[in-house]
């Protein structure tokens, strides 16, 4: 399980560089450009579905990793 977490963990780094990558280029916040494509003030092109793709697999890495940490409570 300490592996799992591990790699979950190196996911995470990877994913929140990407993010803040795309948050300097557009001086946006993944939130705000979050609400912003959902609201349609921005259109969806492919460096912006790159950028939600990214925020997605933040929030599935996240649940993982939090998973893997109740896992070895039980």
């Keep these: 399980m300490e592996n799992e977490k ?4 190196l996911g995470l780094e990877r994913t929140r560089a990407r993010l803040a990558e ?3 280029t557009y001086h946006l916040t993944s939130a705000e ?3 912003r494509l ?3 003030e921005i259109a969806e092109t492919v460096e912006f579905s790159e950028w939600r793709m990214e ?3 933040l929030r599935l890495l ?3 990793y939090h998973d893997l940490e109740a ?3 039980d």
């Design 55 to 57: 925020t997605d697999k």
């Design 22 to 24: 795309f948050e300097q």
């Design 6 to 9: 591990k790699m979950v963990l």
């Design 71 to 73: 896992a070895e409570q």
């Design 33 to 35: 450009f979050e609400r």
């Design 62 to 64: 996240d649940r993982q």
């Design 38 to 40: 959902h609201t349609s």
